[in-house]
């Protein structure tokens, strides 16, 4: 599911090689404070996101991916980060950080309204996970 959005919609020159954390969930994700989400609609994965423990009651919001047809009015993207932000408060996380790419306009628009603040690459803490992709980030103070 990740893939196609990546690849095929944005354009992005990205293999499943380069994300090994997709084939490893549940030790790169769900360990401390992380945890990885699934979205579905009728029976079909529709989008995902997952946290990241980063140490220092911090986390990254990674994998924050919605097909277009569970974008908008259906509220997927929305319902996954309510979920992801409700974990980490409920596990002490006080700051959580995210990198995204300049082609994803619409999610740089939806991380702003939903209270994240464009941060500088070196203001990223040091355990920040940083892909070869990222080139614009953000944090959110919980």
């Known amino acids: 599911m ?3 959005i ?3 919609e944005f354009g992005i ?3 499943a090689a380069d994300q090994p954390d997709l084939g490893a969930i549940p030790e790169w994700y769900q360990t401390g404070t992380g945890q990885f989400w699934l979205a579905e609609l009728d029976g079909q994965a529709v989008g995902t996101v997952a946290l990241k423990d980063i140490g220092g009651a911090a986390a990254a919001l990674r ?3 919605v097909k277009p047809e569970a974008r908008g009015s259906v509220g997927a ?3 996954l980060l ?3 932000l409700a974990h980490a408060r409920m596990n002490g996380v006080a700051t959580v950080w995210l990198g995204t790419t ?3 306009t619409a999610a740089h628009r939806f991380y ?3 209270g994240f603040d464009p941060v500088a690459v070196e203001d990223l803490p040091d355990a920040f996970p940083r892909m070869a992709v990222d080139t614009r980030f953000y944090r959110l103070a919980l």
Do not use: C, G, S, W
């Open 6 to 8: 990546q690849r095929d």
């Open 2 to 4: 990740i893939l196609p």
């Open 63 to 65: 994998k924050m991916f």
């Open 13 to 15: 020159a990205i293999t």
């Open 102 to 104: 300049d082609r994803f």
């Open 112 to 114: 702003e309204k939903n």
């Open 77 to 79: 993207a929305q319902a």
């Open 82 to 84: 309510d979920a992801a």
